[in-house]
């Protein structure tokens, strides 16, 4: 058996998500070789980050001040809500870099098995950020499970009283991708939603 | 390791590691199982999209194991796995997978209901009706073998009284007098016709009103027989409320 502390280490670690107890030992024995110094360093980083970070009160999105950094900017075009499950999802268009929009975070799909329904998720106040005329276009950008799909379609009908735009996130065939690696409802939704060339 | 090919409605799925899924799975040859979706919540999984709740696809599984692994998928049927999903057919959809998966056996395999289970989504889509779910709940529960005994008063045995009381504890109804739960008029009338193979006419029942009492009725039934109420049955009804204010 292992020290007592060390154990505690090792159970703690192992509540971590995708981390069991094989992985949890190795990370133990691994910060235990390394000494206190980086012991220090990764725990003031982990009390800071848990402390420091809350919601932003306009998008939901992860900030260390009341507003984010997207919302906070004057820069960022205002009239454009791009609507998303998580605060991942703000993450991966961020890094698209193509977005130059506003974010509101969902937090979660509607999912009835997990019981998660309309009353879970950011709906009112996504509501309260359509009324004036600042916002003239929503964009939904849950993912194409089915149940992104239902939040999308809910909230459609949810938002198309304010009079915004209302847009769908495309899904089809990946970039870069043949054809016949796609499968058939993926292709068919493809085909759904396909634009004019000419 | 053996391979089998088999046919699956998807009934829900959970996250696995980095990139895979757990499905649970109601066969056609072998009843109930999961099994493990590698990568299929990758963009480029050629999975992904075929593995959703409600879909029903032509599986090539081998034996793992723990868990049985998805080698290949094919598309039969999408039902809701689909683009622009109406709110609260998909609500219906999971609520009446959710039940599926409370009242059979794992391994069980039992091809009236899985006609009934794939019948049942491809009417929430092409046909629905205010009583579609009700209707497949009672038939399902009547399958499992926990059809309630409509016959008499549970209690002092009398017949064909006018019952306005149920006892969901021993599952029959009770005259007036013989105690019981209150329950709406109407909804041991639908049943009793379900019961006796006489859907269609319940199914042309247009009230929405009837249907949310029948409905509430039958998950009743199927929450005293699980032990617990369907977490779907809620949410359900706030989706179905939802989309009757908005139009
Ligand atoms: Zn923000
Ligand atoms: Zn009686």
Same mark, same amino acid.
């Given at each position: 058996? &292992?020290?007592?502390?060390?154990?505690?280490?090792?159970? /703690?670690?192992?509540?971590?998500? !995708?981390?069991?107890?094989?992985?949890?030992?190795?990370?133990?024995?691994?910060?235990?070789?390394?000494?206190?110094?980086?012991?220090?360093?990764?725990?003031?980083?982990?009390?800071?980050?848990?402390?420091? $970070?809350?919601?932003?009160?306009?998008?939901?999105?992860?900030? /260390?001040?009341?507003?984010?950094? #997207?919302?906070?900017?004057?820069?960022?075009?205002?009239?454009?809500?791009?609507? #998303?499950?998580?605060?991942?999802?703000?993450?991966?268009? /961020?890094?698209?870099?193509?977005?130059?929009?506003?974010?509101?975070?969902? !937090?979660?799909?509607?999912?009835?098995?997990?019981?998660?329904?309309?009353?879970?998720?950011?709906? !009112?106040?996504?509501?309260?950020?359509?009324?004036?005329? $600042?916002?003239?276009?929503?964009?939904?950008?849950?993912?194409?499970?089915?149940?992104?799909?239902?939040?999308?379609?809910?909230?459609?009908?949810?938002?198309?009283?304010? !009079?915004?735009?209302?847009?769908?996130?495309?899904?089809?065939?990946?970039?870069?991708?043949?054809?016949?690696? #796609?499968? /058939?409802? $993926?292709?068919?939704?493809?085909?759904?939603?396909? &634009?004019?060339?000419? | 390791?053996?391979?089998?090919?088999?046919?699956?409605?998807?009934?829900?799925?959970?996250?696995?590691? =980095?990139?895979?899924?757990?499905?649970?799975?109601?066969?056609?040859?072998?009843?109930?199982?999961?099994?493990?979706?590698?990568?299929?919540?990758?963009?480029?999984?050629?999975?992904?999209?075929?593995?959703?709740?409600? %879909?029903?696809?032509?599986?090539?599984?081998?034996?793992?194991?723990?868990?049985?692994?998805?080698?290949?998928?094919?598309?039969?049927?999408?039902?809701?796995? *689909?683009?622009?999903?109406?709110?609260?057919?998909?609500?219906?959809?999971?609520?009446?997978? =959710?039940?599926?998966?409370?009242?059979?056996?794992?391994?069980?395999?039992?091809?009236?209901?899985?006609?009934?289970?794939?019948?049942?989504? *491809?009417?929430?889509?092409?046909?629905?009706?205010?009583?579609?779910?009700?209707?497949?709940?009672?038939?399902?529960?009547?399958?499992?073998?926990?059809?309630?005994?409509?016959? %008499?008063?549970?209690?002092?045995? *009398?017949?064909?009284?006018?019952?306005?009381?149920?006892?969901?504890?021993?599952?029959?109804? *009770?005259? %007036?007098?013989?105690?019981?739960?209150?329950?709406?008029?109407?909804?041991?009338?639908?049943?009793?016709?379900?019961?006796?193979?006489?859907?269609?006419?319940?199914?042309?029942?247009?009230?929405?009103?009837?249907?949310?009492?029948?409905?509430?009725?039958?998950?009743?039934?199927?929450? =005293?027989?699980?032990?617990?109420?369907?977490?779907?049955?809620?949410?359900?009804? %706030?989706?179905?409320?939802?989309?009757?204010?908005?139009?």
């Amino acid at each position: 058996m &292992y020290p007592a502390s060390l154990s505690k280490l090792m159970d /703690e670690l192992s509540r971590l998500p !995708g981390i069991g107890p094989k992985s949890a030992q190795r990370i133990a024995l691994f910060m235990v070789k390394r000494g206190p110094q980086d012991a220090q360093r990764l725990a003031e980083a982990l009390l800071a980050a848990a402390a420091n $970070t809350k919601r932003c009160r306009e998008c939901f999105s992860l900030s /260390e001040e009341d507003l984010c950094g #997207v919302c906070a900017n004057a820069g960022r075009d205002h009239s454009v809500i791009c609507v #998303v499950e998580e605060p991942r999802d703000v993450l991966a268009f /961020e890094r698209g870099m193509s977005f130059r929009g506003l974010y509101h975070v969902l !937090g979660g799909v509607i999912s009835p098995m997990d019981g998660i329904g309309p009353e879970q998720l950011h709906l !009112g106040e996504l509501l309260n950020r359509l009324r004036g005329d $600042t916002v003239k276009e929503v964009i939904l950008a849950t993912s194409s499970t089915i149940e992104g799909e239902a939040t999308a379609t809910y909230l459609a009908k949810l938002i198309a009283p304010a !009079g915004v735009n209302i847009s769908r996130l495309a899904t089809g065939v990946p970039v870069g991708g043949d054809l016949d690696y #796609v499968d /058939e409802v $993926t292709l068919s939704r493809a085909l759904d939603g396909r &634009y004019r060339v000419t | 390791m053996k391979a089998y090919a088999d046919r699956a409605v998807v009934i829900r799925t959970w996250p696995l590691g =980095e990139s895979d899924r757990i499905v649970n799975l109601f066969t056609l040859s072998h009843g109930k199982l999961r099994a493990v979706a590698k990568g299929a919540r990758g963009a480029r999984s050629r999975i992904s999209g075929l593995v959703q709740p409600t %879909s029903e696809l032509d599986l090539l599984l081998y034996q793992g194991r723990e868990l049985d692994v998805i080698q290949q998928a094919s598309l039969v049927q999408a039902n809701m796995a *689909r683009g622009g999903v109406d709110p609260a057919q998909f609500g219906s959809a999971i609520e009446w997978l =959710e039940a599926i998966d409370g009242l059979t056996l794992d391994r069980h395999p039992d091809p009236v209901v899985y006609d009934l289970m794939n019948r049942g989504l *491809r009417m929430m889509f092409d046909e629905p009706s205010p009583t579609l779910l009700g209707a497949l709940l009672i038939r399902l529960l009547e399958r499992e073998g926990y059809a309630p005994n409509l016959s %008499s008063c549970g209690l002092c045995g *009398r017949t064909n009284a006018a019952y306005r009381a149920f006892d969901f504890s021993s599952s029959a109804p *009770r005259c %007036s007098g013989c105690g019981g739960e209150p329950i709406p008029p109407g909804v041991l009338d639908l049943t009793f016709e379900v019961l006796n193979h006489r859907v269609s006419g319940v199914l042309a029942t247009h009230d929405p009103q009837i249907g949310r009492e029948f409905e509430g009725f039958a998950t009743r039934l199927v929450k =005293e027989v699980v032990g617990r109420g369907l977490r779907s049955s809620a949410v359900m009804a %706030s989706l179905a409320d939802n989309h009757r204010s908005s139009g």
